[in-house]
């Protein structure tokens, strides 16, 4: 099957989300490459090479300059690395698949098969976004032979502009998640009742939020489990209940939400968050754990009945509070809820139908028939 080259600007290492879930399945099937953006200050511009225990390449280019992502200073050195990679015999004819518009320029002169951009966020509204990327992602948008979006809401913001859009949300591996592993050291001596959240910390939690909450109630401990991105540490509000636990891997998060008794998903109701789908959702469910969420529309939409929607700091803490007071018919009726939503989806679902959309460029199908695909242009 053909190899993907993929153009991510989020690291393989950094948080094991959508990408890493998608490829390192679809490496299963067929040779995929994962093209970094690149990290700055090289004494010499050069490759490094890598492999993941789910056969994943990892690329990781190495560039002399300091301008962040993919800048156009780095395009000359970073396409002569390209070009290394897709001379090599191995590669041979593959296919093109797009996390970020800004790796768009790579892609001159290549001649994939065929072009997939997955488009998993509005990148454009998040903070210190690129001003090229609304440019970008409309000719990205021409060069694509299927786009791809992580959640109904860029579903719908996308399928205008683009004669073919499908709506694939990000899933879960509900057997990784409904594990019972012994509590994580980190907040195995706090007390109960606990409140937690894990992911990325950045300008897409409502820190005022994070703090009523663990002022509402005193002996609430309210865990943060996650890197610190984007936005300065300094300020993180701080309380004796609040814990700031940092960055873990996706292997600990069962053994954090196994002590939680509700799962949060704090977020602010910015131009951020406006078309976010978060993944999590369905891993607190798979785990079993009760949420609450801000009125993010995605969530409101597809969870409202698993998940307690709120609206303000007042309406959020209550919730919580409601939920820490279920009866064991409440929580039996919530886990059976939970158990169903979950089965209705899982990652190795939504690769088949990926691999559907994939079947038209290998060779012997339709566009990947007939000889080597033309040069796309600068």
């Not at 997939?116 to 509204?125: G, K």
Request: aromatic share 8%; charged share 20%.
């Amino acid at each position: 099957m053909l190899p993907i080259l993929v153009f991510s600007h989020l690291r393989w290492q950094f948080v094991y989300q959508r990408p890493q879930h998608l490829l390192a399945r679809l490496a299963a099937r067929r040779p995929v490459l994962f093209f970094e953006e690149p990290i700055t200050g090289a004494e010499r511009p050069w490759l490094a090479h890598a492999r993941t225990p789910e056969g994943v390449t990892v690329l990781r280019p190495h560039v002399c300059g300091q301008a962040a992502g993919f800048d156009d200073a780095h395009l000359p050195v970073l396409r002569r690395m390209v070009q290394e990679v897709v001379q090599d015999p191995a590669l041979g004819a593959h296919l093109l698949w797009f996390y970020t518009p800004m790796a768009l320029g790579l892609a001159a002169e290549l001649r994939p098969r065929g072009v997939v951009y997955d488009c998993m966020d509005e990148l454009s509204a998040f903070a210190g976004a690129p001003p090229q990327m609304l440019e970008r992602e409309s000719a990205l948008l021409q060069l694509a032979d299927v786009v791809l979006a992580g959640g109904r809401s860029l579903y719908e913001a996308k399928r205008e502009r683009h004669a073919e859009v499908h709506c694939l949300p990000s899933s879960v591996d509900a057997a990784h998640f409904a594990k019972q592993p012994p509590e994580h050291a980190s907040q195995a001596a706090l007390p109960h009742p606990r409140l937690g959240y894990y992911g990325v910390i950045d300008e897409r939690l409502d820190l005022d939020l994070v703090a009523a909450l663990a002022d509402a109630h005193s002996d609430w401990q309210v865990v943060m489990v996650g890197p610190v991105v984007k936005i300065d540490p300094a300020s993180l509000p701080h309380r004796p209940n609040l814990h700031w636990l940092g960055a873990r891997s996706y292997a600990e998060l069962p053994a954090h939400l196994v002590g939680w008794d509700v799962a949060l998903l704090p977020f602010a109701l910015n131009a951020s968050t406006r078309f976010i789908s978060p993944t999590k959702t369905l891993e607190y469910l798979a785990a079993g754990r009760p949420c609450v969420s801000t009125r993010i529309r995605d969530v409101a939409r597809e969870y409202g009945p698993e998940v307690a929607i709120a609206d303000g700091p007042a309406a959020f803490v209550a919730a919580c509070e409601r939920i820490l007071t279920w009866s064991a018919a409440q929580r039996a009726a919530f886990a059976a809820a939970a158990r169903a939503r979950v089965a209705a989806t899982s990652w190795d679902r939504q690769v088949e139908r990926i691999e559907a959309l994939l079947a038209r460029f290998e060779p012997g199908h339709g566009t990947g028939a007939a000889g080597a695909a033309p040069a796309l242009a600068a």
